[in-house]
Every structure is written in structure tokens, then in C-alpha cells.
């Protein structure tokens, strides 16, 4: 089965220290999605790049956030300096418009 | 307003139970809408995508209603296996921004 990988699985790091995950698509998705998710705010949506540009970053912290789309098999989403309140699970996922979209298993970050 | 909202539950049923779960949204022109379903620490996972003439998977039934703007679950003969959150999501108009509800949490018990 195809699916998304994202790296590191788990990472801890000290407050404002840089975190870099990344995230390899499914080949031939055409869109990518950065999400984040805690207990209190549920699966927030950060960015989303279609066709490797990006089309909406609103929902990231932009003086400290920032997502890419090197090439077709790779995304990163870049965190510096992290903070304890970043501390949550992020997810990719990838797929087509209008279509059901597959996530990978996330990256667990913890900034103490 | 949330965009997608979902009552949070957690519904807690006997099994072998019907349950069902409904979520609305608020942008009409959203254009598709799906059911994830997500377990404790794992990665959402596709469960059904939403069709306005309903659909029906097995013990899993989807429905949409365009003119109220809501999206139903409905699951027949519950499993203990079926324990997890439900999430309803929306893509957003034509942005194809994907919104997520706040999820259900449904407990399956002996």
C-alpha cells in the first residue's frame, strides 16, 4: 500500500531550538497538507501546497512557521525558534482535490 | 462559528447498538465531504467519502443534506472494534481547503 512518510517520528527539543519535519507524498499526489493537532484545539490546518505551490499558509504562525515544497517528494515544515506551545502532533497528508486524502503517522513534538 | 462543528460526545453504546452522528457545516459551497475515523495516537484514516445521494459501506451508512448544510454517520450492529473518533470533514469551496470537525469520540461496550 502507498502511503505518506513523515520524519522523526518523536522529537524533543529545547525551547528555542529549530525543528525541521519532513514529509514524503504519496507519488503522484498533486496536494499536501500540514496539519497539527492537540487535545484542546483538535486537527488544526497550517498549509497546503497544490501542484508544489503554496496556496494558503493562514493558519501558520508566520513569524516562526514556515513550510516548503522543495520538489515533488518532499515537504518540510520548519519551526525556529520552537516554543513549549508548539509542543502537539503534526501531520501530512496528500492526495487529490475532491478526493479522500491519506495522512502519514505524524510527528510527535515535544519543545521543553 | 466553527466551520465544521461535531458534537464532541463521547457516545458510549452497548454492542450491537445503532448510533449515529451528524455535523454541520457552514460554507455552501463547500462541494465534498468525507468520515475519518481516528484511534487513540494514530493518523486519521479515510473511512467514507459523503455523497448527496447517500452511500453505504457494510454497517456504515453516509448521508448528506445540501439544503442544511449537515453530513450524518450512521452505524448498524456497533463492534467493539468500532471505538475510536469520528471526524467529519469538508472541503472547503473551491479554495480545497480540508476543515476537520472537532471529532466524536464513540465507546463500544460489551
Known amino acids: 500500500d502507498a502511503r505518506v512518510t513523515q520524519t522523526p517520528r518523536d522529537k524533543v527539543t529545547e525551547m528555542g531550538q529549530e525543528v525541521t519535519m519532513r514529509c514524503q507524498p504519496i507519488?503522484?499526489?498533486?496536494?499536501v497538507f500540514w496539519y497539527r493537532q492537540t487535545m484542546m484545539q483538535g486537527l488544526e490546518l497550517l498549509a497546503y501546497?497544490?501542484?508544489?505551490?503554496?496556496?494558503?499558509d493562514s493558519g501558520m504562525p508566520k513569524d516562526r512557521f514556515s513550510a516548503e515544497m522543495p520538489d515533488a517528494t518532499l515537504a518540510t515544515l520548519k519551526i525556529q525558534p520552537s516554543e513549549p506551545r508548539d509542543s502537539a502532533v503534526y501531520f501530512c497528508?496528500?492526495?487529490?482535490?475532491?478526493?479522500?486524502?491519506?495522512f502519514g503517522s505524524g510527528t510527535r513534538l515535544t519543545v521543553v | 462559528r466553527k466551520e465544521v462543528e461535531q458534537d464532541p460526545g463521547p457516545f458510549n453504546v452497548p454492542e450491537g447498538a445503532t448510533v449515529a452522528f451528524n455535523c454541520t457545516y457552514s460554507?455552501?459551497?463547500?462541494?465534498?465531504f468525507f468520515w475519518y475515523r481516528q484511534d487513540c495516537r494514530k493518523e486519521p484514516k479515510l473511512l467514507m467519502s459523503?455523497?448527496?445521494s447517500g452511500n453505504e459501506d457494510g454497517r456504515f451508512t453516509a448521508q448528506l443534506n445540501r439544503a442544511s448544510q449537515y453530513i450524518s454517520l450512521l452505524i448498524r450492529d456497533s463492534k467493539l472494534s468500532d471505538s475510536a473518533t469520528y471526524l467529519c470533514v469538508v472541503n472547503s469551496g473551491n479554495t480545497g481547503k480540508l476543515i476537520f470537525g472537532q471529532g466524536t469520540t464513540l465507546q463500544v461496550k460489551p
Open positions: 460554507n455552501s459551497a463547500s462541494q465534498s
Open positions: 497528508a496528500s492526495g487529490f482535490q475532491g478526493w479522500g486524502y491519506t
Open positions: 501546497f497544490r501542484n508544489r505551490a503554496p496556496l494558503d
Open positions: 459523503v455523497y448527496s
Open positions: 507519488l503522484g499526489h498533486n496536494t
